[in-house]
């Protein structure tokens, strides 16, 4: 069941990141897109996670696989395969993939909107290729009967209609996709909005008057502040000292005996009498 390669907006490709098998010859780039699955994993199971990164990562995904070659999809059924076998046949599996030199990844899904049993989604390069060894792996492990039956095409619709007293079966594969694509591309939209609104809402509080009108008051408070610190500084270091002063003298002079100051301003008085005489 080969089909057209899976869009970025694709609700299949990578739906079983958590099991999905990475055949990269790179090791780097198999590092990389491993350890990226593993992010969107965990933001999957965050309930607080706005966006997860999944698109991201299929967009990037499907642009280096075709640098490889020509990117399309191979559905195989794998319908008696059992859950506690699954780990050890995609492991099997990548051995035997990687031996033929295909890249690409490789999910089991239990159950598609279009594929309502177990099977093998394979999306990546030399598809055609990759259909057949992978029907040969899941026939010689009993899980189909044979490789006709393993790579039948399903007959069974995505729903029923009726038009007028006709019943007529209607293929909804391009509808569902397009669907999908519509709501991946409105959750974007909207992620997209959000941030340009934050960024609004910061340009705003930044030139609002009553941001600019704190921020002089604050200002003003500062150098009020320091003027009154500087004012401070200035008088007890200058004016206190010679205020001290003046209060010893004053005081100096009261504690003398009044006899004293009395007689010497008589003695002066005197003194100057004589010299006029003079």
């Keep these: 069941m ?3 390669a899976r869009s970025a907006s694709s609700q299949s490709l990578l739906r079983e990141a958590e099991t999905a098998i990475f055949l990269i010859k790179d090791e780097n780039m198999k590092k ?16 607080d996670a706005y966006m997860t990164g999944a698109t991201d990562l299929k967009r990037v995904l499907l642009a280096y696989l075709s640098q490889q070659g020509e990117v399309k999809t191979a559905n195989i059924w794998c319908r ?31 159950q598609d909107r279009e594929l309502n049993s177990p099977h093998i989604q394979f999306v990546g390069t030399n598809a055609e290729f990759a259909e057949k060894i992978i ?4 026939v010689e492990r009993g899980f189909e009967k044979n490789i006709s039956e393993a790579l039948t095409l399903p007959d069974i619709p995505a ?5 007028k007293s006709d019943i007529r079966v209607v293929r909804t594969d391009d509808i569902v996709r397009d669907e999908e694509e519509f709501k991946q591309a409105e959750i974007e939209y909207k992620a997209r909005q959000s941030h340009i609104k934050e960024f609004v809402n910061v340009i705003k509080n930044a030139f609002n008057p009553t941001n600019f009108k704190l921020k002089f008051e604050k200002l003003h408070d500062e150098i009020e502040q320091l003027r009154a610190s500087l004012y401070n500084e200035i008088f007890v270091s200058e004016f206190n000292p010679r205020r001290s002063k003046a209060r010893a003298i004053i005081s100096d002079v009261l504690n003398k005996d009044i006899t004293n100051i009395v007689t010497d301003t008589n003695n002066r008085k005197f003194s100057n009498k004589q010299g006029d005489k003079r």
Excluded: C, M, T
């Design 32 to 47: 990389w897109f491993e350890e990226e699955a593993r992010k969107v994993i965990e933001k999957r199971r965050d309930p």
């Design 80 to 110: 008696s395969i059992l859950s506690y076998k699954v780990s050890e046949f995609l492991e099997e599996l990548e051995q035997i993939l990687q031996e033929h030199n295909i890249e690409g990844v490789v999910e089991l899904h239990w």
């Design 2 to 4: 080969i089909q057209k």
């Design 135 to 138: 029907a040969e792996a899941i």
């Design 159 to 163: 729903y029923y209609s009726q038009d």
